[in-house]
């Protein structure tokens, strides 16, 4: 109800708002296709440019995360919004690198498509640092422990696989009792995950509460390696853009990547190690290896991830490449 009263309310709010200029570009940046209708007669009105920027496949995620059938009703509606976009938009612009053969057996040309990713305000993320007590609290543990922080910052939902985590905490436990885990967040699956490690009796793991954007720099800092998970999803298939996989990069920090994707920044930029989505050992496996490895090396790894963001990542320079091919003719 809400998709349906947001686009039909596009088609009178929008319009008054144009009235006082006159737009060269309007884009339609909804999850679903349903605003290019409103979108491209606004845009037909104004003698407009008219981008669909994509950021998830539709309606193709509901019917393979959700079970809809393509006969759904609402399934067909969003499939006739799509086919109506990609047939009609001036470009499409996507976050997610695989999606151009999909969209063109929808109806796009191909010169119309351009990807461009996810990204980080440099200047934002260098400039918000606000000292954490986590940050502190953390140094403190390396030093009282003399252990090495495994450390996730970020959502703690089913699609974060973190389950997978504690298990590579309780395979630790044996294989290497120096690694010490710190997860930082707050989520629909805490609870579930604390109880988990007290089922396992495990003392190596450390919940902490979700800090403000500003602490996340020194926080990331304070720690060793960097992990981040998901589940096994089909719709990978067409890649990924996490906007908290580019913090980790900014900060420097190795990372161990679990997740199955057309693409991979870790790799990509050889700033850490991938494996395979869902298995604890290989989890566990690539934070020994990076542990072991001489200090130099691993400050290195750590540095190609920074330098990979600050030369493909900034949103400057993507906002550059997306107004540019938007607003061609």
Known sequence: LSMFLFTLRLFFRLRKELIAFNPDLIIASSTYPLDNFPIKFLAGKFAALHCYEVHDLWPLSPMELGGYSKYHPFILIMQWAENFAYRNVDSVISMLPKTLDHMMGHGLDKKKFK??????AIDEWMDQVEESDYALRINKLKVEKDCTIVGYVGGHAVSNALEYLIEAADHAKVFAPYLQFVLVGNGSEKKALIALAK??????ILFLPPVSKCSIPPLLASMDILYLGCRR??????????NKLIDYMMSAKPIVHSVEAANDLVKEAGCGISVQPENPEQIVNALIGISKMDKSSIIEMGKKGKEFVLKYYDYEKLAEDFLIFATKK
Do not use: A, M, V, W
Request: zero cysteines; glycine letters at 10%.
């Open 199 to 204: 089922k396992k009796e495990l003392d190596n």
């Open 115 to 120: 990807y461009i990713p996810n990204g980080i």
């Open 233 to 242: 999803n089909p719709l990978y298939r067409f890649g990924i853009s996490p």
